[in-house]
């Protein structure tokens, strides 16, 4: 971890927002809740570092982070079909990170191989019954991180 969620919050004060996106601390958040259970300023840390994943990926700037290409790669998927087909996800993943290193990209298909001999990788991608239902549903979410005062709003504020 390049920083802890304090060096993180500092970092942002001061406004190096470019050191906070480039960094892995995010990544490496496991969603526990630990963090957040125990601070004592009552600081939801791991919503915060979901949404500092979610900055750096909309800016282009956890590209080379594995985990990132592994989030981008599942929500297209998920997009796309409404489920994850976990060969797809394990080939796209796999293509997109073994760029530079072609023999991690046949570890990763041993492994498919193996896990598909044990019943554990179906092959077919099947896509769920009102898919386009989803799309409109994830639309409609993206407009609403646009408006400006939504949070106001959640708050039970005007507008």
Request: proline fraction near 4%; charged fraction near 30%; glycine fraction near 8%.
């Amino acid at each position: 971890m390049d920083y802890t969620p304090r060096e993180i919050i500092a970092s942002l004060r001061a406004e190096m927002v470019d050191r906070v996106l480039k960094s892995n601390t995010m990544w490496l958040c496991t969603s526990c809740y630990l963090c957040t259970v125990r601070c004592p300023a009552g600081i939801k840390i791991t919503d915060f570092m979901y949404e500092l994943k979610r900055l750096a990926i909309e800016y282009g700037l956890g590209e080379h982070q594995g985990a990132a290409i592994l989030a981008k790669t599942f929500v297209e998927l998920v997009n796309k079909y409404g489920r994850i087909p976990e060969m797809k996800l394990m080939a796209t993943y796999g293509m997109k990170t073994s760029k530079t290193k072609p023999g991690k990209l046949l570890s990763q298909a041993m492994l498919g191989l193996k896990l598909f001999r044990r019943g554990r990788l179906p092959l077919g991608v099947e896509t769920i019954k009102g898919v386009e239902d989803l799309h409109k549903i994830d639309r409609w979410l993206v407009s609403k991180k646009m408006e400006p005062n939504l949070v106001e709003r959640s708050k039970g504020g005007e507008k």
